[in-house]
């Protein structure tokens, strides 16, 4: 069954706040400790005071730690498929790697096999934002609980470790927010209001659009009348110069 005849229901808004707490938290966490860093920044350290800002970055790091430990609770069906979907990591997924780079170029890519609920480089956007976020969480609990526990060498090291991890976290975030407004839009409003375009899910979830045309929860019809009316839709905005 689509919503309002063209969407399909993707995400539950516990996994969509889920998200955007995660999001908040980090870009947070790096605003926090920019002066640390740049000289440039130092003035946050002047409107804010250094201590306010180290206490901040602590609240904002226990709500990123606390959060996926809740999203268990509250978005646990989201969180296990995106836990069962990341280890299921197959040929399909390697193929849609090779070949989704030329998209970011404007061009239309061939030979994508269709994919999962998450697509190949979903896939490998969250093995890589888990990763990070485990390094974060492990250095920055050595560094603020450590002292007088742990080595001052192993503590010594944790310091450029959570730089480098905060520094790839940033530079990943950045890439997917580019991917998500700039490359595919349709895809940021699953994590919006929980929803895609049904004609969307098809072109870059096929396999996901199977299974539920499978399980009765949609109907191919339902799919191919939704992408019909996308595809009229676009053709009416090409002749209006808006496309």
Known sequence: MLVNKKYIKRHKMGFV?????????FFMLFLTAL???????HFLYDMFGSVTLQYAHRVFAVIFILNPIVGLVTAHD??????KEVISFGRDDIVF????????IGKEPEGIPPQTFYNGGEKMNILLQAVIWGLLVI??????????????AIRTWMIP??????????????????????????SLQGMCDGTVKASYAAK????????????????????????????ETRKELAVEGKL
């Open 204 to 231: 870059h979830h096929g396999k996901w659009v199977d299974e539920l045309v499978a399980e009765g929860k949609v109907t191919a019809a339902e799919i191919a009348e939704a992408a019909n009316q996308d595809d």
């Open 17 to 25: 706040y889920f998200h955007w707490i995660n999001a908040v938290c």
């Open 97 to 104: 790697n090779q070949k989704f780079p030329a998209e970011l």
């Open 78 to 83: 989201g969180i296990r498929r995106l836990v």
């Open 139 to 152: 250095s920055g609990a050595v560094l603020w609980f450590g002292d007088g526990l742990i080595s001052p």
């Open 35 to 41: 002066p640390l860093y740049a000289d440039t920044f």
């Open 161 to 186: 470790l959570h730089s480098i991890c905060a520094g790839f976290g940033l530079a990943a975030a950045i890439g997917h927010i580019y991917l998500a407004v700039g490359i595919n839009p349709d």
